[in-house]
């Protein structure tokens, strides 16, 4: 069975801020990962796909990276609204999540 | 625009069954999988299982025993239902849609989500 490791648990910038956020599968998954951002109270929300195919009416400021193990979400510009906890999937594992905070 | 909503109990006893209803709105069941997803307070996201629209299902391993997923398609619905509850069971249950891509699938439309706690 795959696991997902997400790095770093805990990710804290300033506004304006660039945001790089990492998922590692334990064994190649090809391009197949998605990304969900999840904010306080709220459902998760399908951000990126097939690791780097932005989801309808996702901002440009997010995107997506990767392929085999290692992947990659990046906010180009970070804004108050962006905290959430972000996690990677890939099938039926989701990842255990990187709290992103802004200082 | 598609909406899920999620119904059922909030509170049940240990030991019992959890029913759960998804209810779908601005589209229909047909063609699409649908899945149940939970996420325990303060904890990660675990997948539950998937049913497409003919009916047929895949569970999680570790929950296959316990667990049936259903649907109506004259009520646009569909249902899991969890027996045997324990503590561990307690849960924001959601329900989603899964959409397949190539060899792989996500989730791009969830409910709201429902807390179900177990408890006496």
């Known amino acids: 069975e795959i696991v997902l490791t997400q790095s770093p648990a805990t990710l804290s910038l300033s506004p304006g801020e660039r945001a790089t956020l990492s998922c590692r599968a334990s064994q190649s998954v090809s391009s197949y990962l998605a990304w969900y951002q999840q904010k306080p109270g709220q459902a998760p929300r399908l951000l990126i796909y097939?690791?780097?195919k932005r989801a309808t009416g996702i901002s440009p400021r997010f995107s997506g990276s990767g392929s085999g193990t290692d992947f990659t979400l990046t906010v180009s510009s970070l804004e108050p609204e962006d905290i959430a906890v972000y996690y990677c999937q890939q099938r039926g594992i989701f990842g255990p999540g990187t709290q992103v905070e802004i200082k | 625009q598609m909406q899920l909503q999620e119904s059922g109990p909030g509170l049940v006893k240990p030991s019992e069954t959890l029913s759960l209803t998804c209810s779908i709105s601005?589209?229909?069941?047909?063609?699409?999988?649908w899945s149940w997803i939970r996420q325990p307070p303060g904890k990660g996201l675990e997948w539950i299982g998937y049913?497409?629209?003919?009916?047929?299902?895949v569970y999680n391993p570790s929950l296959k025993s316990r667990i049936t997923i259903s649907l109506d398609t004259s009520k646009n619905q569909f249902f899991l239902h969890l027996t045997s509850l324990t503590a561990a069971d307690s849960a924001v249950y959601y329900c989603?849609?899964?959409?397949?891509?190539?060899?792989?699938?996500?989730?791009?439309?969830w409910g709201q989500g429902i807390r179900v706690t177990v408890s006496s």
């Open positions: 989603a849609k899964r959409q397949v891509f190539l060899q792989d699938y996500h989730f791009d439309y």
């Open positions: 097939d690791a780097s």
């Open positions: 049913i497409y629209y003919t009916g047929s299902t």
């Open positions: 601005g589209d229909t069941l047909h063609s699409y999988y």
